[in-house]
T-cell receptor, first 114, second 115 residues
């Protein structure tokens, strides 16, 4: 069975600070996909990033970056120079080839104060 | 491009009543998902359709929940009879193919309160 753990329940920062969200996953599959989604107050989840298990290259996309470490089963996500509009709940999710379900973590609520 | 449409946005019912939610996915998306999101938790998959066939309904409480996707387009999710623990946001999502590597497009959800 797949499991995603987001240990941080809430994070509060002041605008322009960096925010790093932790995600630890469990799976026995060798091929899997990791995602980060954002859920603003409007309710709909919005896709942010995706990584494949066979590609550990870490990248930066605008103010978003991620750190995928297979050795520790972690897929952390960083927002650089946070803005008030980044306030939302962020979910880490795991999909595998052998399980149709996309497993979500419990989410981390990020509050960015002006 | 129009997103995933859901209605109603909010619904309040009493326990033992019935309720239905509607979802219209993005045009051309073969796969449709219904997720249940209880307050403070991540979304949990209830049922997944590929076109009009069920791919996974292992976490759907079939004694009270039912879902259909007629003609492989829009879908309805029904709860009959509702229980207090069914209070949650019901999210519909769609994706082009259905592979686990695909990103999902979500609607804004229906917030259900069972009193």
């Amino acid at each position: 069975a797949q499991k995603v753990t987001q240990a941080q329940t809430e994070i509060s920062v002041v605008e322009k600070e960096d925010v790093t969200l932790d995600c630890v996953y469990e799976t026995r599959d060798t091929t899997y996909y990791l995602f980060w989604y954002k859920q603003p107050p409007s309710g709909e989840l919005v896709f942010l990033i995706r990584r494949n298990s066979f590609d550990e290259q870490n990248e930066i996309s605008g103010r978003y970056s991620w750190n995928f470490q297979k050795s520790t089963s972690s897929f952390n996500f960083t927002i650089t120079a946070s803005q008030v509009v980044d306030s939302a709940v962020y979910f880490c999710a795991l999909g595998t080839l052998n399980d149709y379900k996309l497993s979500f973590g419990a989410g981390t609520t990020v509050t960015v104060r002006a | 491009e129009a997103g995933v449409a859901q209605s109603p946005r909010y619904k309040i019912i009493e326990k033992r009543q019935s309720v239905a939610f509607w979802c219209n996915p993005i045009s051309g998306h073969a796969t449709l998902y219904w997720y249940q999101q209880i307050l403070g938790q991540g979304p949990k998959l209830l049922i997944q359709f590929q076109n009009n066939g069920v791919v996974d309904d292992s976490q759907l409480p079939k004694d009270r929940f039912s879902a259909e996707r007629l003609k492989g387009v829009d879908s309805t999710l029904k709860i009959q009879p509702a229980k207090l623990e069914d209070s949650a946001v019901y999210l519909c999502a769609s994706s082009p193919g259905g592979a686990r590597r695909e990103k999902l497009f979500f609607g804004s959800g229906t917030q259900l309160s069972v009193l």
